[in-house]
């Protein structure tokens, strides 16, 4: 897909209020474009690299500037990886805000990084990540127990102690706690 650092294709606006795409309260980010063409995939409609609405990328960080008590922002689709360099600069923005970053993919891990080995981009949008959830959509492997993804295949890749430690480093949903990530979330009286 063609990249232009002032614009990212989306299938939608902005989704605010996400309690499903992570961990929190999260606002998600629905990239437009996707060639896996998963069989049973929730979101067909954003394959079509032409489809959606080309969008200000200032506008996205607008939008991130008005969230309230959010604590992550998830990029989904669509493959966000199809779009790196807008993805990795609102990331960088959304990092800024102090929210977490999410992304599904249906690249693998290592996939992604064969790929960061001609176009650095996708490594440094990787660097920006909390959790990576990785891998193509299998139906055969479909299983709604899993923790914030839908087939066994796909993993939740802790990309800190992945990058840092240069193996994949899997987010261990049995000790889970989802409490680190309302900290910053006032109580109310």
């Known amino acids: 897909m063609e ?5 990212i294709r989306l299938a939608a606006d902005l ?3 996400s309690i499903v795409d992570g961990p929190g309260l999260r606002a ?20 079509d690299f032409n489809g959606g609405g080309l969008v200000p990328i200032e506008m996205v960080k607008d939008a991130i500037d008005e969230l309230e008590y959010h604590t992550g922002l998830t ?13 990795n ?17 249906g690249f693998t891990f290592e996939e992604l990084m064969k790929m960061s080995e001609t176009n650095p981009i996708y490594l440094e949008f990787m660097k920006k990540i909390d959790v990576l959830v990785d891998g193509r959509f ?34 261990n949903e049995y000790e889970y706690n989802e409490t680190k990530y309302f900290e910053r979330v006032p109580m109310y009286v």
């Not at 990249?3 to 614009?7: D, S």
């Not at 990029?75 to 993805?87: H, K, V, Y």
């Not at 600069?89 to 599904?104: D, M, T």
């Open 3 to 7: 990249q232009n650092n002032k614009y």
């Open 15 to 17: 989704q605010t209020d």
């Open 28 to 47: 998600v980010i629905w990239t437009q474009g996707c060639a896996h063409h998963c069989k049973g995939c929730q979101n067909p409609q954003t394959w």
């Open 75 to 87: 990029f989904s689709g669509g493959d966000p990886m199809f779009q790196a360099e807008a993805c």
């Open 89 to 105: 600069e609102i990331a960088e923005y959304a990092r800024s805000k102090g929210l977490n970053i999410w992304v599904y993919t």
């Open 138 to 171: 299998k139906l055969e492997e479909r299983d709604l127990s899993l923790l914030f993804r839908g087939s066994r295949n796909q993993r939740l890749i802790d990309m800190k102690k992945t990058l840092s430690s240069g193996k994949v480093t899997l987010l």
